[in-house]
């Protein structure tokens, strides 16, 4: 039965459909799954579209907190500068005036002496004229100038003052360290462990060691640059939780073990020696510092860190200052950055060679409205902090004076509950975190 004018006309012979509005239904069913399929994939857009202006906006802001922040730096330089340069034109002034002094007055009595033997040399003259009696009496009462050396005397050595300025390669240099640095972070890669990573340590360029909360064990990751992957290379089984432990040249390992109060040497292939004991105290944080001797976390009633000689001797600091300390770690300039814990409240304390506390940082900054609790920490070749922030998802860059500087790092690079921390030899920084039984760590390329 024809169903179109041209099948009337007989042009047409006929459809597969008889029903035309069931057919246009089942064709705009079609077309909007196609829609709604674009539809997604429009939100898709959308939301990465979303993501990169957020990340285009968030570059402003850092561009222009990086420009005050230098502008200002200029601002104190330029202070600093006039200070300095009054100072060396008033310092030149003052010390070559006291010469000038000086040698004025010891011209003055040369030209005292000169005119004495002038006036002799006149009488002298005038001798010539005078009788024998006179001549003789003359001769008689020689010196008459005693007091005055046949050569005058020495005058006073002339001080320099000549200025040469810096050359220009190393006042850059000058300059540089002056003004500070401007900290560029790229992620490199990120591969999943097995569990959540407590602790990270470099043995090598690209590999680490890491532990993982409540677990007997330790276990050795290679990073493939080529694959940018994490490669398992070695599991070690421990007959203990391993609180912190440090890798050391060699291929040994050094861990605390709080529940047995002691520190155990570990080998590969070997069963674990016990090195130190520490009993009754519990040993947590453990680092070398700058003369290799091994500082360790100590607490019981109180906290301490202990500086171990060798196996047997050490000495005791900051018995006065720390409560409960977790981690420890050497800057340069000597100071012991220590993280420690008091109830609800976690301090960075930055105790001096000596005992003596230098400053305190307890979490201003961008993280003061929230719950800071850092967990590791290390410090770079410029002697800036970096901390493991636990509570807020970052990680944090202080000064050496325990000044708030940056988050280098934080959850929208997908940090995540990060625990351990370390630099290796590259100026990666490692960090080793996890969250609901899942471990990660992301390799970043720090400083070089």
């Known amino acids: 039965m024809p169903v179109c004018r041209e099948c009337l006309t007989g042009f047409h012979n006929g459809h597969t459909c008889s029903n035309m ?62 200070s300095q340069c009054d100072g060396m034109i008033n310092s030149v002034e003052t010390t070559l005036e006291t010469h000038m002094d000086q040698l004025t007055g010891e011209l003055s009595g040369i030209a005292d002496c000169k005119r004495k033997i ?24 020689l010196p008459h100038l005693k007091d005055i050396s046949d050569w005058p005397p020495a005058l006073s050595r002339p001080v320099p003052s000549k200025f040469f300025p810096t050359e220009t390669s190393s006042s850059e240099g000058a300059l540089k360290q002056m003004i500070g640095n401007v900290v560029l972070v790229r992620i490199h890669n990120s591969f999943s462990c097995k569990l959540p ?64 109060h002691c520190i155990w040497k570990i080998e590969s292939k070997k069963k674990p020696q016990l090195f130190i004991k ?70 960075v304390v930055a105790i001096d060679p000596k005992g003596h506390c230098k400053w305190k940082y307890n979490g201003s900054g961008d993280s003061k409205f929230n719950t800071f609790f850092p967990k590791s920490v290390c410090c770079d070749s410029l002697m800036n902090i970096i ?41 990666k920084l490692w960090v080793g975190q996890g969250k609901d039984g899942l471990g990660e760590c992301h390799i970043v390329q720090y400083v070089k």
């Not at 006149?122 to 009462?141: A, D, M, N, P, V």
């Open 118 to 141: 002038q006036e002799e040399i006149l009488r002298c003259e005038s001798l010539s004229g005078k009788g024998i009696l006179e001549i003789k009496e003359f001769l008689e009462t």
């Open 278 to 347: 520490t009993s009754p105290n519990n040993p947590k944080g453990l680092c070398w510092n700058n003369r290799q001797e091994l500082v360790a976390c100590v607490s019981g009633l109180t906290g301490s860190l202990r500086i171990y000689k060798n196996e047997k001797s050490y000495k005791e600091i900051g018995n006065h200052l720390l409560n409960a300390p977790s981690r420890v770690a050497q800057n340069g300039d000597e100071n012991y950055i220590v993280l420690d814990d008091h109830l609800q409240s976690h301090d």
């Open 21 to 82: 509005n069931q057919a246009k239904a089942e064709k705009m069913h079609q077309v909007n799954r196609y829609k709604r399929d674009l539809s997604e994939n429009v939100c898709s857009y959308q939301s990465s579209e979303d993501q990169g202006s957020k990340q285009l906006e968030n570059y402003k802001s850092e561009i222009n907190a990086v420009k005050m922040m230098i502008n200002g730096q200029r601002e104190r330089l330029k202070a600093m500068v006039d």
């Open 387 to 427: 901390l493991s922030d636990f509570g807020n998802n970052s990680i944090v860059l202080l000064d050496k004076n325990g000044k708030f500087l940056m988050n280098l790092l934080c959850s929208m690079y997908g940090i995540q509950s990060p625990q351990g921390i370390c630099l290796d030899s590259e100026g």
């Open 197 to 260: 990573v407590s602790n990270i340590q470099a043995s090598s360029a690209d590999e680490v060691w890491v532990s993982f909360p409540d677990e007997k064990l330790l276990m050795k990751y290679h990073y493939n640059k080529d694959k940018k992957t994490g490669e398992e290379r070695e599991t070690l089984k421990l007959d203990f939780k391993p609180e912190c432990f440090l890798a050391r040249k060699g291929d040994y390992l050094l861990a605390s073990d709080r529940f047995n």
